[in-house]
């Protein structure tokens, strides 16, 4: 059953601790991204990686960090650093970064709340 | 700057009606437009995607137009069904690739039967 695996679904932080979320896909996809979702906004991009052990800054990467060490995984860390974690998470791939006409395929999303 | 705005932000209809769901963007340079639907507390879901050179498009019920002229597209939803009750996002890319993507607010469809 192909597609994009995002865990937790629900993740609670104390302010202060980073935390990791989780993003898997087996599209074999090179292109995997993050975006956050907040209401009344639309989605923004947090960081995206064409390809393994390459990755770049989003529209609003200041105090998230991530790896891409092997092709279907691209975690994602929110550190203590981001001053308003609080939003829904999700990960989405396409087949490659460059061809515009490519869909994105989405994970479930994982929420995100820091108490 | 890059824009797309949707409207109406909200929308109720009866079970079996029509509906047509508007966006605008201001996003050049073009190449493409996609509709999604996001399930409440989901991720979006492809329903269409549509080149400059395409007028329309259609996945079962949902039929999507584009005026690459007038930059306006719409989503037209035919008998609509309890399920179709989600958040319906227009996005538009440049030329450039997947990480350009500009995301409308989307217009939150309820179905009510």
């Known amino acids: 059953d192909g597609g994009i695996t995002q865990s937790p679904k629900y993740l609670f932080r104390k302010e202060g601790q980073n935390v990791t979320l989780s993003c898997e896909q087996n599209l074999n996809h090179d292109a995997m991204y993050w975006y956050r979702q907040d209401p009344g906004q639309g989605l923004r991009l947090i960081y995206y990686?064409?390809?393994?052990?390459?990755?770049q800054k989003g529209d609003i990467a200041e105090g998230y960090s991530v790896s891409r060490e092997k092709k279907e995984s691209f975690p994602l860390t929110v550190t203590s650093a981001q001053k308003n974690p609080t939003a829904f998470y999700l990960c989405a791939s396409s087949i490659d970064l460059g061809r515009s006409t490519d869909t994105q395929y989405f994970g479930p999303g994982t929420r995100l709340t820091v108490l | 700057k890059n824009q797309v705005e949707q409207s109406p932000q909200s929308l109720i209809i009866l079970e079996g009606k029509n509906c047509t769901l508007q966006c605008n963007y201001t996003v050049s340079p073009f190449s493409n437009l996609r509709w999604y639907k996001q399930d409440t507390g989901r991720g979006p879901v492809s329903l269409t995607i549509m080149t400059f050179s395409e007028n329309t498009k259609s996945n079962g019920r949902y039929t999507a137009t584009l005026d690459a002229d007038t930059k306006q597209s719409s989503l037209h939803i035919t008998a609509s069904q309890l399920s179709d009750s989600a958040s319906y996002i227009c996005v538009v890319s440049p030329y450039f690739g997947n990480e350009k993507l500009t995301f409308g607010t989307g217009t939150r469809l309820t179905i009510i039967p």
């Open positions: 990686s064409q390809i393994v052990n390459d990755f």
